[in-house]
């Protein structure tokens, strides 16, 4: 069985206190993209991960998809083993949300694969256990988010219409680094009600990463600013980063980047597949 795993960006994100248990408590509204890694599933003698396309850091118990096995494994202790092959498409640490979100694709595909029948409930407990942002796959439409980032509202909020440019340098932002830099606060303006069209957001939508990664990597802020005098009618850095993505009405003629940059560019018409 094969399964498709797609990445998501944050409209904003904003830091709003730090918590007892060392993370933060944020808002965010994440939106899914039609960008994907892949996912096989096949029988086996024993459980196996194969890893293709772009290169992952760590190791292979570190992976989510792995995690995620051993995670059900250990509540399903009849599971019989499986292979994985994941192919990256899309490059880790770059704000994406693509590494939980191939822990939430492996969840999803095991319990079809099996037909366990888990409810949304039970995959939502799970899918935390991978990562803050990890439950947001699960539900893969655009939400609210509170608490770490698990906390989900999902709103009325459709880009159809829109072009998405993606592009991120190869430079990794480290996020304890990022985290421990960042002054919470109260945002002046909450992101709960994200109901008014992107050319309005430049005041409103706000990313509380964005001065600090810019002062430290300036060409992270020049891809913002050459999407922007593309077109873009919004462009902003997604989590906490390196990647930026801009907004167009319609497709660009695309500024030049540097060889090393992973760009990728998507109508926002194009539906998810599952």
Not at 154 to 162: E, F, K, R, V
């Amino acid at each position: 069985m094969v399964f498709f795993s797609n990445c998501k960006i944050n409209l904003g994100l904003h830091i709003i206190a730090r918590r007892p248990d060392g993370f933060h408590d944020l808002e965010t509204v994440f939106y899914p993209l039609p960008i994907y890694d892949v996912l096989e599933l096949l029988p086996a003698d024993e459980t196996a991960l194969t890893l293709h396309g772009l290169p992952i850091p760590g190791n292979k118990e570190d992976n989510s998809v792995w995690r995620a096995w051993h995670l059900l494994k250990q509540e399903l202790p009849q599971l019989p083993p499986v292979r994985f092959h994941l192919l990256k498409n899309i490059p880790a640490g770059a704000g994406l949300g693509a590494g939980s979100a191939n822990g939430a694709t492996a969840l999803i595909a095991l319990d079809r694969f099996f037909n366990l029948q888990l409810s949304q409930k039970q995959l939502l407990k799970y899918a935390l256990h991978l990562g803050s942002d990890a439950p947001f796959f699960i539900l893969n439409t655009p939400c609210y988010a509170t608490g770490r980032g698990e906390a989900l509202q999902p709103i009325s909020l459709d880009l159809s219409g829109y072009h998405l440019v993606l592009v991120n340098p190869g430079i990794h932002i480290s996020t304890p680094w990022a985290f421990s830099r960042i002054i919470p606060s109260t945002p002046a303006h909450s992101l709960k009600t994200l109901t008014a069209p992107p050319p309005s957001w430049e005041h409103f939508v706000t990313n509380d990463f964005e001065p600090l990664v810019y002062e430290a990597y300036p060409e992270i802020k020049d891809i913002r600013n050459r999407l922007k005098a593309a077109g873009a009618v919004f462009a902003a850095m997604t989590g906490t980063g390196s990647t930026v993505f801009g907004l167009f009405k319609h497709p660009p003629d695309m500024p030049v980047f540097p060889a090393t940059c992973f760009i990728r560019s998507v109508s926002l018409d194009t539906p998810l597949l599952h």
